[in-house]
């Protein structure tokens, strides 16, 4: 009976590798967002020279990421988001400008390196995004666009500008002179569904990135989310908690652009807890499932973190609210590494400079965070009580209480003690970002120690 048992097992993950990963699977999943191209270059990639040219393709390629796998699950990270694997037109380092869906970006690797990838990512217990785009295809011709009929005219919006205070214009006219898929048209969406439904499967991908989304008419999605069959997180670009909510029905989850600016004007010590918090409640109100939605600082549409604020200690306070608040997180790749470029493409540098070094200070904060996630049972729930809501601080608790996190944004060189109500009368709790042990008096009190402003991360003894 236990050997049936076993075998079923065994071949239910050969048959469906991907059906596990529905969103509450997702949801206590840890994402390092990493660009192809810009990872590592080989399987034996140790480290070089900076890429010389970070607007033209440098070297990455599926082979290299799939070597840096320990290097990646060695921070805590069970899922990759990697960029869009398709063929490209020339120049699309990125991934973001198709040219045949159907086909693997050779400058990347084959497709059996792709498959390579995720098999082994999949046999070390990593979760694979693929990030997809519908909106647009690459620039230029789109005579050779594959496959049919996106090689014709009438696959296309018209040329126009976009006047981002018309919702018609954005879901129609181009982004930087990319051709605008006409997704209205039932053709295009039948083609778009085969193509998603298809690529998870042949690549065995867990959950899929959806660019551009509110440059798509919203009825288009929920097919092509239905037919990816798994996890699916759309970018809208905006930090309006109505705009951003008025998607949160047509797919999985959404990148939580509305977190986004408040979080980081607290954490760049531009703006208050109070109004973080007053966000997250608004969120709580307007979307159906804020747990399902992606927490980030930056990515390769913004400039990095540190390019704003050069404190790394404040950049450890905003990690742990992404790594351990409510949603799922998404770590940027080099983030580790302490990369500071500004605006795109300065903000896609080469990992290999940073010699994938795993003693980097931020190399071990994030391991931390991310253990700390782990060890209170992944934190999948929309449980984020609020304990402190102070001018330079906040803490909030997760899992009854088991993880109590303090952050401030005093930055690099305070220390100090904050005393709050953790709301767990005479609980006990390790430091795990530091060292040491708190515990709470009969009322919940307790005062604990900021060290050269860095956060504070308990979790029950």
């Not at 605008?180 to 690529?199: A, F, K, M, P």
């Not at 804020?290 to 400039?303: C, I, K, Q, R």
Request: aromatic share 12%; glycine share 10%.
């Amino acid at each position: 009976m236990r050997a049936s048992a076993v075998s079923v097992a065994v071949l239910s993950q050969l048959l469906v590798p991907a059906l596990a990963a529905d969103t509450a699977a997702w949801k206590s999943r840890n994402i390092y967002f990493a660009l192809t191209d810009r990872v590592a270059r080989s399987g034996d990639d140790t480290g070089g020279d900076a890429c010389g040219d970070l607007g033209s393709y440098c070297g990455g390629t599926f082979k290299g990421l799939e070597s840096k796998l320990d290097y990646i699950a060695g921070m805590g990270f069970d899922a990759i988001w990697i960029t869009p694997v398709v063929t490209n037109k020339d120049g699309g380092y990125h991934g973001y400008w198709a040219k045949d869906l159907y086909s693997i970006n050779s400058n990347y690797g084959s497709a059996d390196d792709l498959k390579s990838l995720v098999s082994a990512a999949h046999d070390k217990g990593i979760y694979m995004m693929v990030d997809v785009v519908a909106n647009h295809v690459g620039p230029g011709d789109i005579s050779e666009n594959q496959p049919e009929p996106l090689n014709q005219e009438s696959s296309y919006h018209s040329a126009c500008e976009i006047d981002y205070s018309d919702q018609n214009s954005v879901e129609n006219c181009r982004i930087a002179d990319l051709p605008d898929v006409n997704t209205e048209s039932s053709e295009i969406q039948s083609l778009y569904e085969e193509w998603i439904s298809w690529l998870v499967e042949e690549y065995s991908f867990d959950g899929v990135r959806i660019d551009t989304v509110k440059h798509v008419d919203k009825d288009f999605w929920p097919g092509f989310s239905d037919a990816a069959g798994v996890y699916t997180i759309g970018e809208v670009f905006d930090g309006g908690v109505d705009y951003l909510s008025g998607y949160a029905s047509l797919m999985s989850g959404l990148l939580n652009y509305a977190i986004y600016y408040p979080m980081n004007r607290f954490y760049q010590q531009q703006g208050s807890s109070q109004d973080m918090v007053d966000m997250h409640n608004q969120i709580s109100e307007a979307f159906p499932d804020p747990s399902a939605l992606g927490t980030f600082l930056d990515n390769h549409d913004n400039p990095r973190w540190l390019n704003a604020v050069n404190d790394q200690a404040l950049l450890k306070n905003a990690l742990a609210y992404v790594i351990l608040s409510r949603g799922i997180p998404i770590v940027y790749y080099g983030t580790e590494q302490g990369y500071g470029g500004g605006a795109d493409p300065a903000n896609r540098e080469d990992l290999w400079r940073s010699g994938f070094d795993t003693s980097a200070d931020l190399y071990q904060a994030i391991s931390k965070l991310s253990a700390a996630r782990k060890s209170a049972g992944g934190l999948a729930a929309d449980d984020q009580v609020h304990l402190y809501v102070a001018d330079t601080a906040y803490a909030w608790s997760r899992a009854d209480g088991e993880l109590v996190v303090l952050t401030t944004n005093s930055g690099s060189g305070f220390s100090g003690e904050h005393c709050f109500d953790t709301q767990v009368p005479n609980g006990s709790w390790n430091n795990t970002f530091s060292e040491g042990m708190y515990s709470a008096d009969d009322s919940g009190k307790v005062c604990v120690t900021v060290e050269n402003g860095e956060p504070v991360v308990l979790l029950a003894s």
